[in-house]
């Protein structure tokens, strides 16, 4: 069984870019779902993808945005980057919504 | 929404020592409660979970316990040892209301240390 894997697994970039983190979700898991972990804070939930539809969003502005494509992988993409973007953006596979969710590794991402 | 609090952020205990970390929900209708186990560096790793229609779990070292009426649920863990020390999350599994889409929130997590 292979399990949620993400890349890339750090990434710099400057405010104004543009970033695509990608999630590969664990074998036979149709529901993804992204959440951002600030330092020493818990995740955050971003949104969720079910069946390539967002399927729920937090309380995240419209710049951050996603797909999830037939094998269910998924891409978070985030316009316009602010510092306070800078954090592990963790992806979640699973069953469905109230199915135990598996994380990946996530990616570090800085904002300088 | 939902809102989760965890407490303590900080418990530190000797080896062999049982240790308690305690959270509250406000969303009535939240259904599913899993805690994750996060080292330093690395993915948050699910260790248990309880659902809302039993009131204890245990997992040799580990239990939970779920106070439905109370909305608080508890991590339990016994005879600790050096290697269980981490952060620990909680969290609160709702739906949202007539939809197919229902989401995890988290509490702000409790920095464990256990002493050899």
């Known amino acids: 069984e292979t399990g949620v894997t993400q890349s890339p697994t750090h990434l710099i970039k400057t405010r104004g870019q543009q970033v695509t983190l990608r999630c590969s979700s664990q074998s036979g898991h149709n529901t993804v779902s992204w959440y951002q972990q600030a330092l020493g804070q818990g995740p955050q939930f971003i949104f969720q993808y079910y069946r390539e539809e967002e399927n729920g969003r937090g309380n995240f502005p419209p710049r951050f945005s996603g797909l999830q494509f037939p094998n269910y992988s998924s891409e978070l993409n985030v316009n316009a980057l602010e510092l306070d973007d800078s954090a592990l953006y963790l992806c979640a596979s699973s069953l469905q919504g109230n199915e135990p969710q598996h994380f990946g590794d996530g990616t570090r991402l800085s904002i300088l | 929404g939902e809102n989760v609090e965890q407490h303590p952020s900080t418990l530190s205990v000797q080896e062999g020592d049982s240790a308690v970390i305690k959270c509250t929900y406000s969303?009535?209708?939240?259904?599913?409660f899993p805690w994750y186990k996060q080292e330093l560096g690395k993915r948050p790793q699910l260790i248990i979970d309880?659902?809302?229609?039993?009131g204890e779990k245990k997992d040799q070292r580990i239990a939970v316990t779920l106070n439905k009426t109370a909305k608080h649920f508890s991590l339990h863990i016994t005879e600790t040892q050096p290697e269980d020390s981490a952060v620990y999350f909680c969290?609160?599994?709702?739906?949202?209301?007539?939809?197919?889409?229902?989401?995890?929130?988290f509490g702000q997590g409790t920095i464990l240390t256990v002493h050899p």
């Open positions: 309880i659902r809302s229609n039993v």
């Open positions: 969290a609160a599994f709702s739906w949202a209301g007539g939809t197919s889409y229902g989401k995890l929130t």
């Open positions: 969303d009535s209708a939240s259904n599913y």
